[in-house]
């Protein structure tokens, strides 16, 4: 899909974290933004050891996105895994 690749090559123009936020804000609704946010958070929650079910109820989400994030985490090539593991040690 080529809008999916423009998105992409505008993301990897943007260098300055100001910029990122700024760019984010208008791409995405509050809404949306605090979806991604979630996701990340649960992520992380997931690398450092928290189980599923309390991540649940900690956010009031699902287990269905709590098991992709998981998925995701498994996986040792993971992009996800590699910028929490920087972050993170």
Do not use: N, P
Not at 63 to 74: D, E, H, N, P
């Amino acid at each position: 899909m080529q809008s999916k690749s423009e998105l992409v090559d505008a993301l990897c123009q943007i260098r300055r974290r100001d910029e990122m936020i700024r760019f984010l804000q208008e791409l995405l609704s509050e809404k949306e933004m605090e979806h991604v946010v979630c996701r990340w958070r649960l992520m992380k929650d997931l690398y450092k050891g928290e189980t599923q079910r309390f991540i649940a109820k900690k956010y009031g989400i699902s287990l269905c996105k709590i098991t992709r994030g998981a998925k995701v985490l498994k996986d040792e090539g993971s992009i996800s895994l590699k910028l929490i593991k920087d972050l993170e040690d």
